[in-house]
């Protein structure tokens, strides 16, 4: 079991750059794929980035070029970095995690960060 907590979220300009933060508080971190969705208004839930356990990570076409995901497994938190924002990228950011141990998977949530990309 895992309970995430984001943070980072805000308003920025066209072309800034932002960072959330995943927080996992489990004591088996290194089980878990954490990944990054976002929901815009009028819009389904798009998967961004996600991460596994060993590092490697993959990425929405979308964002490709300008978001990383990375994750610390000494402080159990998933990074995003978010570099040249556009106004498309406006959405409430969620954090998800998966237990890539377990024979069924069972999605858990964070409860969202907005980013607000306008000037």
């Known amino acids: 079991q895992v309970e995430l907590v984001e943070s980072g979220g805000g308003l920025v300009q066209p072309g800034g750059s932002l960072r959330l933060s995943c927080a996992a508080l489990?004591?088996?971190?290194?089980?878990?794929?954490i990944g990054w969705y976002r929901e815009a208004p009028g819009k389904l839930r798009e998967v961004v980035a996600t991460?596994?356990?060993?590092?490697?990570?993959s990425y929405s076409d979308s964002v490709k070029g300008r978001f990383t995901i990375s994750r610390d497994h000494l402080k159990n938190t998933v990074f995003l970095q978010m570099n040249s924002l556009k106004p498309d990228d406006t959405a409430v950011y969620l954090c998800?995690?998966?237990?890539?141990?377990?024979?069924?998977?069972?999605?858990?949530w964070g409860q969202g960060t907005q980013v607000t990309v306008s000037s």
């Open positions: 998800n995690a998966y237990d890539m141990t377990k024979d069924v998977r069972y999605d858990y």
């Open positions: 991460v596994t356990p060993g590092g490697g990570s």
């Open positions: 489990t004591s088996t971190f290194s089980y878990y794929v």
